[in-house]
């Protein structure tokens, strides 16, 4: 059983930057491919970023590339999120998720087996 535990979320000015962190509690995390996915209100829960289990393979959902950065420490057991240039339509909660099965990317939250309570991030225009 891994547990993940998001931080790093809050209130930002538009444009502005917040870095998501997401430690696993289990040293065997490095083992497994990583995802952060975000939920508004109302909506559905979507993949945003993920990245493989080495760090060599990064994907992301078109609208925040170019702004948005992936990472792996996996010394630290901790992924992280880099969220450069907010808009008000990022604001979301964020869940970081691990795959354990595969050590590739998946875009899909059936493909990740744990998942963390949760980052707010609000982004004021």
């Known amino acids: 059983q891994v547990q993940l535990v998001e931080s790093g979320g809050g209130l930002v000015q538009a444009g502005g930057s917040l870095r998501l962190s997401c430690a696993a509690s289990a040293r065997t995390s490095s083992r497994y491919a990583m995802g952060w996915f975000r939920q508004a209100p109302g909506k559905e829960r979507e993949f945003v970023a993920a990245i493989s289990r080495s760090g060599g393979s990064t994907a992301y959902v078109d609208s925040v590339k170019g702004r948005f950065t992936i990472s792996r420490d996996n010394a630290k057991n901790t992924v992280y999120l880099q969220m450069n240039s907010l808009k008000p339509e990022d604001m979301a909660l964020y869940y970081c998720?691990?795959?354990?099965?595969?050590?590739?990317?998946?875009?899909?939250?059936?493909?990740?087996?744990?998942w963390g309570q949760g980052t707010q991030v609000t982004v004021s225009s």
């Open positions: 998720a691990a795959r354990r099965t595969y050590s590739s990317v998946s875009y899909y939250t059936s493909g990740y087996d744990y």
